[in-house]
């Protein structure tokens, strides 16, 4: 029996991406100026990952001032108001506070106040992490419109000598407003994590060991091939499960867009789908590099910016990294 002095959520049947915002670094750095202290060159480095450039935030660009222009850009061509956000979800490995939230000041910023504010550490997978709770937040009720932001300064956490990540890494920030839709927009969200690989990808000491003075400061590593292998094998799984649970086949996409983690991934990803012609497969990773939880909607923004996809057609987007986690869905592209 319903209490009567209890509220009660009206929910809707469908969710649906309404629009996406973007911010990148405003530096473009080369392959030749990260080469050098790996002791690398511009060839490898395009043979191993086909990265080009990748874009960096100077002192100047916070990841929160990256984070506020991709989601003014997300509401406005959504035609919302911010007091009608309902919840604002911040994926991010880099915000440098570990409390209060990044989502809490962003939510501040821009007009959101009092919304629900919080922060998910999933790494490269937090953005499609954020639009499988941002659905379900919709479709209970709880939230008309919420707004989901991967983001990340990762140039804040590089060791230049590292050879095994940080010559791959960008900053930037992408934005995504997702309401209540007549029609299905958000395909059931396939999601997980795979916590024997925890170590895989992750920092080069906890801050415990910075205070103890036992380390210097903690900067990003990851075993290389322990993370392809796993990327291009298992989330080829995922994505393959991710279609099933859309009910559509690999030909019904007009594009997949997945987390631009390493061009040689992506290609292999497309190859164990089948992917026909007719599919366009994000790149953004040659001109911005890996952004981490920034990667999926940055490179589905650039896509339609460019005219390369129209809005209302369909995109598997996967995200994948350290925890290891997964999430994937797909998407009516906006």
Same mark, same amino acid.
């Given at each position: 029996?319903?209490?009567?002095?209890?509220?009660?959520?009206?929910? /809707?049947?469908?969710?649906?991406?309404?629009?996406?915002?973007?911010?990148?670094? @405003?530096?473009?750095?080369?392959? +030749?100026?990260?080469?050098?202290?790996?002791?690398?060159?511009? +060839?490898?480095?395009?043979?191993? *990952?086909?990265?080009?450039?990748?874009?960096?935030?100077?002192?100047?660009?916070?990841?929160?001032?990256?984070?506020?222009? &991709?989601?003014?850009?997300?509401?406005? #061509?959504?035609?919302?108001?911010?007091?009608?956000?309902?919840?604002?979800?911040?994926?991010?490995?880099?915000?440098?506070?570990?409390?209060?939230?990044?989502?809490?000041?962003? &939510?501040?910023?821009?007009?959101?106040?009092?919304?629900?504010?919080?922060?998910?550490?999933?790494?490269?997978?937090?953005?499609?992490?954020?639009?499988?709770?941002? @659905?379900?937040?919709?479709?209970?009720?709880?939230?008309?419109?919420?707004?989901?932001?991967?983001?990340?300064?990762?140039?804040?956490?590089?060791?230049?000598?590292?050879?095994?990540?940080?010559?791959?890494?960008?900053?930037?920030?992408?934005?995504?407003?997702?309401?209540?839709? @007549? *029609?299905?927009?958000?395909?059931?969200?396939?999601?997980?994590?795979?916590?024997?690989?925890?170590?895989?990808?992750?920092?080069?000491?906890?801050?415990?060991?910075?205070?103890?003075?036992?380390?210097?400061?903690? *900067?990003?590593?990851?075993?290389?091939?322990?993370?392809?292998?796993?990327?291009?094998?298992?989330?080829?799984?995922?994505?393959?499960?991710?279609?099933?649970?859309?009910?559509?086949?690999? +030909?019904?996409?007009?594009?997949?867009?997945?987390?631009?983690?390493?061009?040689?991934?992506? @290609?292999?990803?497309? #190859?164990?789908? #089948?992917?026909?012609?007719?599919? /366009?497969?994000?790149?953004?990773? /040659?001109?911005?590099?890996? *952004?981490?939880? &920034?990667?999926?909607? $940055?490179?589905?923004? &650039? $896509?339609?910016?460019?005219?390369?996809?129209?809005?209302?057609?369909?995109?598997?987007?996967?995200?994948?990294?350290?925890?290891?986690?997964?999430?994937?869905?797909? /998407?009516?592209?906006?």
């Amino acid at each position: 029996m319903t209490h009567p002095e209890l509220k009660q959520y009206t929910p /809707v049947k469908y969710s649906r991406i309404y629009s996406l915002g973007a911010a990148r670094g @405003d530096l473009v750095v080369t392959n +030749e100026e990260v080469a050098g202290p790996i002791d690398s060159s511009d +060839e490898w480095i395009r043979q191993r *990952t086909g990265i080009i450039t990748r874009r960096r935030a100077s002192a100047s660009l916070s990841l929160m001032d990256m984070a506020e222009q &991709a989601s003014n850009e997300a509401i406005k #061509k959504a035609g919302i108001d911010p007091q009608e956000i309902g919840a604002v979800i911040f994926s991010t490995i880099t915000h440098p506070h570990q409390t209060p939230s990044a989502a809490a000041l962003l &939510a501040e910023k821009i007009g959101a106040n009092p919304s629900p504010a919080f922060d998910i550490s999933a790494a490269c997978a937090g953005y499609c992490y954020g639009v499988a709770q941002a @659905d379900a937040l919709v479709r209970s009720g709880m939230a008309k419109y919420v707004l989901v932001i991967g983001g990340e300064k990762l140039s804040d956490f590089i060791d230049p000598t590292d050879r095994s990540i940080s010559f791959l890494l960008g900053d930037g920030a992408g934005a995504a407003i997702i309401g209540p839709s @007549d *029609t299905p927009g958000i395909s059931p969200t396939v999601w997980g994590s795979d916590g024997s690989h925890w170590d895989a990808v992750g920092m080069s000491a906890s801050l415990l060991e910075l205070r103890d003075g036992t380390a210097t400061w903690p *900067t990003l590593r990851q075993e290389g091939q322990t993370v392809f292998r796993w990327a291009v094998w298992e989330m080829a799984k995922v994505a393959k499960r991710a279609l099933e649970a859309a009910g559509v086949e690999p +030909e019904d996409l007009s594009a997949m867009v997945t987390h631009q983690a390493n061009m040689r991934i992506i @290609d292999e990803l497309a #190859k164990q789908l #089948k992917l026909p012609e007719s599919v /366009v497969v994000a790149r953004d990773i /040659v001109y911005t590099g890996n *952004t981490s939880a &920034a990667s999926v909607p $940055l490179a589905m923004h &650039a $896509l339609l910016e460019s005219g390369e996809v129209k809005s209302g057609g369909l995109a598997l987007q996967i995200g994948f990294g350290a925890g290891l986690a997964f999430g994937a869905q797909v /998407v009516v592209l906006p």
